[in-house]
């Protein structure tokens, strides 16, 4: 089977994009994306974007994420900012672009440069349940207390169409081995009944946060749009950072910029970059274990 794909990048976050826009989702997404992510072994990527038909008939499409473990990912803030590029790009050249997800529901993006988009990511919420994780209470889950790893944590727990695990450090984010052995254990943590994503974030200023990332499904990468937004709101939530203001946060693979509003939305800018596109010849794919 010959695939055409288009490899993006939005803060090193990539990610590759199929247009399936007149085929709809194809029916090996998950096992496709587990193939096409293999590092090294394949095209390699954080996982695989298909753009479908919207859900809704002013749509200009539907975005299914898929990380490199084939489980699906409710929302993506790098990368719904690299699919509106991508729809920019091929054929939908509107400076403001109507994206649909399954889960997360509609996000509004707004052209603000050449390749600079800024996306509605909705609102955000500390409530037990929207996290998966009752059992730590109802919330707001601010500082709590949690045992991973063999150390003890302080999390605050904030979903933004995903769930993410926030904890603050006075010093460097973790890195490497360090990553991925915190970030694994908080990931799987009993607390957390479908996972999570974890994000390491140290504060440098009133208005500037730098972060590590452990994403659920995908591992240690470069950039989490959707983690940007959790660390800036629960920095708002605990008192460390002011509500309506630009703030900055910086990961490995580049710097994303986050305006919590007095609403609890939250509007997420930065870049969207084509990598490169390209054909790759495949053989049938079956489903990983434990995807359907």
């Given at each position: ?73 409710a ?6 900012r ?20 399954p889960?997360a ?24 349940d ?22 003890s ?17 006075r ?61 800036a ?60």
């Open positions: 089977m010959e695939l055409n794909f288009t490899k993006m990048q939005g803060a090193g976050n990539d990610y590759l994009y199929l247009d399936c826009r007149r085929t709809g989702l194809p029916p090996d997404a998950a096992a496709l994306a587990v193939q096409l992510s293999r590092r090294h072994y394949s095209v390699g990527a954080d996982g695989v974007i298909y753009l479908c038909p919207p859900l809704l008939a002013d749509g200009d499409a539907t975005m299914r994420m898929f990380n490199a473990d084939g489980s699906e990912g929302m993506c803030g790098n990368g719904v690299c699919a509106a590029e991508f729809l920019y790009t091929h054929g939908v050249r509107r400076d403001c672009l109507r994206i649909d997800t889960r529901g509609r996000r509004i993006l707004r052209r603000v440069g050449a390749g600079l988009w800024q996306a509605e990511m909705g609102r955000f919420t500390a409530a037990g929207a996290v998966g994780a009752q059992v730590l209470g109802r919330g707001p889950l601010l500082e709590q207390p949690l045992c991973a790893g063999g150390r944590w302080r999390v605050s727990c904030v979903a933004v169409g995903n769930p993410h695990c926030v904890i603050f450090t010093e460097t984010p973790p890195a490497g081995e360090a990553l991925a052995r915190y970030g694994r254990a908080l990931e799987h943590h009993p607390a957390f009944t479908g996972g999570i994503n974890v994000e390491f974030v140290q504060q440098l200023s009133p208005l500037a946060l730098t972060a590590s990332v452990w994403e659920r499904g995908s591992g240690a990468t470069l950039a989490c749009g959707t983690g940007a937004c959790a660390a709101a629960a920095a708002v939530l605990t008192g460390r950072c002011p509500r309506g203001a630009p703030i900055l946060v910086q990961m490995p693979g580049g710097t994303l910029e986050v305006q919590v509003c007095r609403d609890d939305t939250v509007l997420l800018t930065g870049d969207a970059v084509t990598v490169f596109c390209g054909t790759v010849q495949l053989e049938p794919c079956k489903a990983p274990p434990g995807v359907v």
